[in-house]
């Protein structure tokens, strides 16, 4: 009798606590996913943007959260594998719950992820480079569209300064963003007057670790004609032995210059970047940039990576445009949060049109009122002998994003605006 | 390389007007206007300095290339290495300001520099400095504009090898002469060369717009082919080398399962794990070496591979004793318990070290690469893995074949139990065997660190291609997994450079699929009694 009592006590003041303290925790904090593979061959990568997010929501919490309630992460791990990122992201949003989705490098992780945002009615904030060609309302795209990245890279390439190269390898990993970009790329020499025989397209699967063949093809290439340069989109761990075997091949980047779309200061590491001086990477933020707000970007994160014993980064802090663009991501959204007193996404899409943020970059980053897309300035970098990157080339301010590239013929008539359809029940 | 030879054009063109001027010292204005300002400005700065014959710009050039100068205000500094800065113009010991920039340079600059360096060394009276300086501009195309000091340069010129090179590159000058006589010299002159730049350069000339003279195409024709020809057998040369380096590294994989698999018969999915083991190790003993012997950092490989040996071979030992041992004859078992110790060992390395890859350098004197021909460069870690992979290989054959020891593995493996009545303890060399062909899957982890990725999954991207090789090769002989390696290395590089490496390797596996239904037991199939045991 006393021992059934005491039980019947103990779960009351179970059930008691529950029902005060369960409540009261779901209405101080806002969840927030963050979906970046930690493992496999994007590790590499993703890793370092999923400690970017949460220091950024350290700082939103330290300055008193949003709408009075702290940001509390939930981090998963979709391990560098497509179709779990969508297993992943429905989980986020049908079991814990969250107010935003931060996530995602690849554009094959997005295109998997998408429809589970569009049923849902969810919001993803992707902060990578992409290849446009996609438009929706549950998305916004802190990185580079084409325009704001490719394009300009090679017509850097293309002037006196960049080499005047008239011949180009298109050297991508086998998936939807190199394949893309690539088209795109194609259509646009196309338009410069370089002619197909002029233009090689090489592909690599994923994980490719033996680049020997392709260096020895681009080698070749290059004597069989004009001034030659290589337009990489190999993505992840890759590009270390990519550009080790560049190195030992003694491919200098005053012969043939290799441009670079997805290798930043993070890729780098590790590398021995002493071969490799000159060759170039083009974002729309490098850690060697400077000016205040980026000092104070990359002071915090430095502490912050010292702080949380950051492998790596503790020793030797980098900061990258990736991780700038899910800063400046999750700052909007913050800010959007803020503006439309509701996490709702419908409330907060509507909010998000037209926000502002003084991005590390050094300039003010605008979201586009209609495209989902930054206005974002563009930067042409050279490795240096440390593995930072010096800025050669810049445009003079923000650029607005074209998703739907133009020199893609049936993009014709379509409008960078994400086409509103009647929301399910 | 338009755009440089241009610079290089206009580089000697200076050099040649201005080398009679006395030497002067370089203003404070001329340092300012090399190192800063647009770069068309920079460049002509610099080619007129550097053509003062002014010590002082060459030093100034050397430090804008080495990323050693900072301006500040319109003064420039260049910082020494000790710390310890200079006065550009004057070479006066000076400190340098806190706020002072560093001055940076694009690809364009930095070919401007190398090429105004490289015309001054020309005629340098040091035969070393002279050769390297004829080894770059060969490099590049040239103009009609160079000629004069290319021919200077030759007149002075007492080395043979170096009157040589500086023929074929007034060759190069000369092809595009306005004089036909000389034209077709030059033609004939470059028909001998094997560099690739000459190739493109014929092409050039043979495009619409270069060469007209019916004759002198003809010789451009003839010559471009002979030029190609050469190229082609560096290229078939490169082939047949990248096969062999993949060939040796997939050797390097393999060979210890050839002993795990091949010869005791144990399905260890865990191989690749024990590679990645290795390869962790190697990464430890660059740490060690980094922070206690930094003066010895570039031994450290050397350190490595019989650390990673023994890591590997004693993970190796306590496999064999905590979950092996209880399995022996019962395959499917054993493929099921070593594939979750493969999985235990990951995340036990991603737990200590994190998901993310480890970065591995590769030591100095595996960084770089020896030109066999202009086109054709050996990289220095591919050269290493194969010398490796053979000594291992030795190593390996020789304790199988002539020792106490491998005699025990093969009498234990022929027959356990006339082995074990002739008074072999069975046990412990099943316990030695596995250490032994652990270790070595351990020495391959060394190589892999060197050319690719180590992360956690390092083992996972190989243990398919280790199974292939020792199947393919036969299993149970070490001759069928040498043959095998190698063989499936040059066929995938060769089809790789037909197809592309997505689709070669879908075609190297499909042709192992329908080489094994051919020959299930391998290239070196077992005969007789034995096979069947």
């Known amino acids: 009798m006393q021992r059934r009592f005491a039980l019947k006590a103990i779960s009351a003041a179970i059930a008691a606590s529950g029902l005060v303290s369960l409540p009261a925790l779901a209405a101080d904090t806002i969840k927030v996913g963050i979906l970046h593979s930690l493992s496999g061959t994007m590790a590499i990568s993703e890793t370092v943007l999923k400690d970017v997010a949460l220091m950024t929501i350290d700082e939103i919490n330290a300055k008193g959260g949003v709408l009075g309630k702290k940001l509390e992460p939930v981090v998963v791990d979709p391990a560098s594998n497509w179709p779990l990122f969508a297993e992943k992201a429905k989980q986020l949003i049908a079991q814990d719950k969250v107010a935003a989705v931060f996530g995602c490098w690849t554009s094959v992780s997005r295109k998997s992820v998408l429809p589970v945002f569009e049923e849902n009615n969810a919001l993803l904030f992707y902060p990578v480079q992409y290849e446009g060609e996609e438009l929706s309302k549950n998305v916004f795209y802190t990185g580079a569209a084409p325009n704001q990245q490719a394009i300009p890279a090679v017509e850097y390439l293309m002037s006196k300064d960049g080499g005047a190269a008239k011949r180009f390898v298109l050297l991508g990993t086998d998936y939807v963003y190199p394949r893309t970009t690539n088209k795109i790329l194609r ?42 340069a290589v337009v990489s989109t190999i993505n992840g761990d890759s590009n270390v032995p990519f550009y080790k075997e560049l190195g030992n091949q003694g491919l200098k980047a005053t012969d043939v210059p290799v441009v670079a779309f997805s290798v930043g200061e993070e890729e780098l590491r590790g590398v021995d970047t002493k071969p490799l001086v000159g060759h170039l990477a083009a974002w729309n933020y490098f850690m060697s940039i400077k000016n205040p707000t980026n000092t ?7 502490e912050y990576a010292k702080a949380k014993n950051i492998p790596g980064h503790k020793d030797r802090p980098l900061t990258n445009d990736p991780m700038e663009a899910t800063y400046i991501g999750m700052h909007m959204w913050a800010q959007a949060v803020e503006k439309a007193k509701s996490t709702d996404p419908d409330k907060v899409i509507a909010a998000m049109a037209g926000q502002t943020f003084k991005a590390p970059g050094g300039f003010v980053s605008t979201m586009d009122p209609k495209n989902h ?46 086409v509103i359809t009647v929301a399910k029940k | 390389m338009r755009s440089f030879a241009l610079l290089r054009m206009t580089a000697f063109a200076a050099l040649v007007l201005f080398a009679a001027l006395p030497a002067r010292a370089l203003t404070p204005e001329q340092a300012i206007a090399i190192a800063s300002g647009d770069n068309d400005a920079r460049i002509a700065a610099l080619n007129t300095a550097i053509a003062s014959g002014d010590a002082r710009a060459a030093v100034l050039a050397q430090a804008l290339l080495d990323g050693a100068v900072k301006v500040q205000g319109d003064r420039v500094f260049i910082a020494g290495a000790d710390g310890k800065g200079s006065d550009a113009a004057s070479g006066a010991p000076a400190a340098v300001p806190d ?44 103009d009609e504009s160079q000629l004069a000091l290319v021919e200077k340069a030759l007149a002075a010129e007492t080395d043979p090898a170096l009157k040589g090179g500086l023929e074929r590159m007034r060759a190069t000058i000369l092809v595009a002469s306005s004089d036909r006589t000389k034209r077709l010299a030059a033609v004939a002159e470059l028909a001998n060369s094997s560099r690739s730049a000459v190739a493109s350069l014929l092409q050039e000339r043979l495009a619409d717009g270069g060469e007209s003279d019916a004759e002198v195409r003809a010789a451009l024709q003839q010559a471009l082919a002979a030029v190609r020809g050469r190229l082609a057998w560096g290229e078939r040369l490169a082939v047949v080398f990248t096969g062999i380096s993949l060939g040796s590294v997939l050797l390097l994989v393999a060979l210890g399962l050839a002993i795990t698999y091949g010869l005791m018969g144990v399905i260890n999915m865990a191989h690749g794990e024990l590679m990645m083991i290795g390869a962790y190790t190697t990464y430890v003993v660059q740490n060690v070496f980094r922070s206690v012997w930094p003066g010895a950092f570039d031994a450290y490989v050397i350190a490595a591979i019989p650390a990673a040996f023994l890591v590997s071979a004693g993970v190796g030992a306590l496999l064999e004793r905590g979950v092996i041992r209880f399995l022996y004859g019962r395959p499917l078992e054993t493929l099921l318990a070593t594939w979750g110790i493969s999985l235990v060992l990951q995340q036990a390395v991603r737990s200590l070290f994190g998901a993310q890859n480890v970065a591995v350098e590769n030591p100095s004197w595996l960084s770089g690469g020896v030109e066999v021909m202009s086109n054709v460069v050996l990289p220095f870690n591919r050269i290493a893995i194969i010398a490796f992979a053979a000594i291992v290989l030795g190593g390996v054959a020789f304790l199988i074949a002539r020792t106490r020891f491998g005699l025990f593995i093969r009498g234990v493996t022929q027959n356990r139990r006339m082995a074990s009545c002739v008074g072999v303890d069975t046990r412990r060399i099943d316990l030695l065997a596995f250490s032994f062909g652990a270790g070595i899957a351990g020495l391959g982890g060394v190589a892999l660190s060197q050319i690719g990725n180590v992360g956690p999954d390092l083992g996972q991207s190989y243990i398919v291609d280790s199974f292939l090789v020792v199947v393919v090769g036969g299993v149970g002989q070490l001759a069928g997994t040498v043959v095998a390696g190698l063989g499936l290395g040059v066929l995938n590089k060769l089809l790789e450079g037909v197809a592309g490496a997505v689709l070669a390797k879908i075609a190297v596996l499909v042709l192992i699929v329908v080489f094994i239904q051919k020959k299930p037991s391998g290239l070196f199939a077992l005969r007789g009694r034995s096979a069947e045991a």
């Open chain 1, 187 to 228: 259509a646009f020499l196309h338009s410069k007057g370089i002619k197909d025989e002029d233009i090689m397209e090489e592909y690599t699967p994923f994980g490719h670790s033996d680049y020997q063949t392709i260096i020895g093809k681009i080698k070749k290439f290059a004597a069989e004609g004009k001034k030659t």
């Open chain 2, 99 to 142: 706020d002072a920039e560093d001055v940076s340079n694009n690809n364009r600059m930095r070919g401007a520099l190398e090429a105004a360096l490289a015309g001054a060394r020309l005629v340098s009276s040091d035969v070393g400095v002279r050769r390297t300086a004829v080894a770059e501009l060969a490099k590049s195309s040239l």
């Open chain 1, 373 to 418: 897309h930054l206005h974002k300035p563009v930067f042409i970098g050279e490795i240096k002998p440390d593995g930072q990157f010096n800025v050669v080339w810049k445009t003079p301010g923000p650029v607005k994003a074209q998703p739907w590239s133009p020199f893609i013929p049936e993009n014709k008539g379509k409008k960078d605006e994400p």
């Open chain 1, 296 to 302: 104070e970007f990359i002071k915090s994160w430095s």
